[in-house]
């Protein structure tokens, strides 16, 4: 049976989180038949405000040459440099984003940053998205933490955590340049992150820190973002190889690997 918006916005209110700000990743799909736009209002009346990834893929280039050590063949995607779209603030959310994001972005009331990859949309959350540049991409997740704000997982687990790419960030890890394309140029974007496939290994880690519930079949996880940081930070001091993905034609946890 379908989830009504009453049903979500019951289950989510157990979470507690009323009075902060969130950050928030979601596969529709994990909660069945609910309809997107009860999803995001349920979110809006749970909690004092929302931001998302709103990420722009298809903005990208892979040029021929570039900097070593840099977790990417150059040259090797000439094919999609040329379907590649130049960034403007109405370009579509990334499809593997999924279909919340996407909403979230053309709400009326959203701001989005104007980050030509990595940009974030929000509602109630104009300073936090205000945060970002070119030059720190993850400066929204920053200034949540700093106010207090919570991660929340909607039928998802932390290998789309964005905001462990920040925690990667203050610990260290090597971070990568990539290529946008603009309407008149092509800009340089430092702070690109490295994979996420590794980042359940986190869920131990932060146990004490998460508050679940389950809606309509799908779990639903709030994670305290500044525990969650701090998290990160402790296990990739005390592994640095921590948290990355096992596979070998990762380039770029190969390139966290071996420099």
């Known amino acids: 049976m379908p989830a009504s918006l009453s049903d979500l916005k019951a289950g ?21 038949s609910v309809d ?3 999803m995001l209002s349920a979110l809006l009346d749970s909690t004092r405000g929302i931001i998302m990834p709103t990420f722009t893929y298809k903005s990208m280039l892979n040029p021929e040459v570039g900097p070593p050590k840099n977790g990417l063949t150059y040259g090797s995607q000439n094919d999609l440099n040329k379907m590649a779209e130049p960034f403007h603030p109405d370009m579509p959310v990334d499809a593997l984003m999924g279909v919340l994001p996407e909403m979230l972005r053309k709400h009326p009331k959203a701001k989005r940053s104007m980050h030509p990859i990595q940009s974030f949309a929000g509602i109630n959350a104009d300073a936090i998205i205000n945060t970002q540049t070119l030059y720190e991409p993850f400066a929204p997740i920053a200034s949540l933490a700093e106010q207090d704000g ?24 090597m971070q990568f340049i990539r290529w946008a394309l603009l309407k008149d140029k092509v800009v340089e974007c430092p702070g690109f992150p490295g994979d996420s496939e590794g980042f359940n290994a986190i869920t131990p880690d932060v146990e004490k820190y998460t508050r679940r519930v389950e809606i309509n079949g799908a779990l639903v996880q709030a994670i305290h973002l500044r525990s969650l940081l701090k998290a990160v930070v402790e296990k990739i001091h005390g592994n640095p190889y921590a948290l990355l993905c096992g596979r070998k034609d990762c380039e770029r946890c190969e390139a966290v690997r071996y420099g």
């Open 12 to 32: 989510l209110s157990k979470l507690g989180l009323s009075k902060n700000l969130i950050i928030a990743h979601a596969s529709m799909r994990a909660f069945g």
């Open 150 to 173: 919570w991660v929340l997982l909607l039928g998802v687990d932390h290998m789309v955590n964005t905001s462990i790419h920040y925690g990667e960030k203050l610990a260290g890890r």
């Open 36 to 38: 997107a736009n009860d």
